[in-house]
């Protein structure tokens, strides 16, 4: 197994896609969608616990969670397990999609102000512009 140096571990890291136009689609698809559309979720993965935990922040939208009280909720899900929410509610806040509050975490206000404001600029652009840096070097 090759060992990999600090200077190949990536500072930001995003994947988009693009899909067709949701128009049509149920809730949970369009979840699914969004989520597969920012790269918190792959094609064809079929554990897809994200889901059900980004689904209960957004139909309880003025409530906070804790991971113990997510894993409750989502019952014998499968991945539903205590290290794997915590994992998953981190990647959600590390795009800014959920918020750390005093009775645990919630769903930031706006989920479009978030993609326009946060992920646009400062995930997509500064990835576009270091990678230009390198195409320029090469």
């Not at 999609?97 to 706006?110: A, H, N, T």
């Not at 993609?115 to 990678?131: A, G, T, Y």
């Amino acid at each position: 197994m090759a060992k990999t140096s600090m200077k190949d571990i990536p500072l930001q890291e995003i994947t988009l896609r693009k899909y067709e136009n949701p128009a049509g689609l149920e809730r949970k698809e369009l979840i699914r969608k969004f989520l597969l559309s920012v790269g918190l979720l792959q094609p064809g993965e079929s554990r897809d616990v994200i889901v059900h935990i980004f689904e209960l922040f957004l139909e309880n939208r003025d409530r906070g969670f804790e991971p113990s009280e997510i894993l409750k909720a989502l019952g014998d899900i499968r991945g539903a397990s205590a290290p794997n929410i915590r994992r998953q509610v981190r990647r959600l806040r590390d795009l800014k999609l959920v918020d750390k509050v005093p009775d645990g975490y919630k769903i930031c206000e706006s989920i479009p102000s978030v993609v326009e404001n946060f992920i646009e600029p400062f995930v997509v652009k500064q990835s576009l512009e270091r990678l230009k840096e390198y195409s320029r070097l090469i």
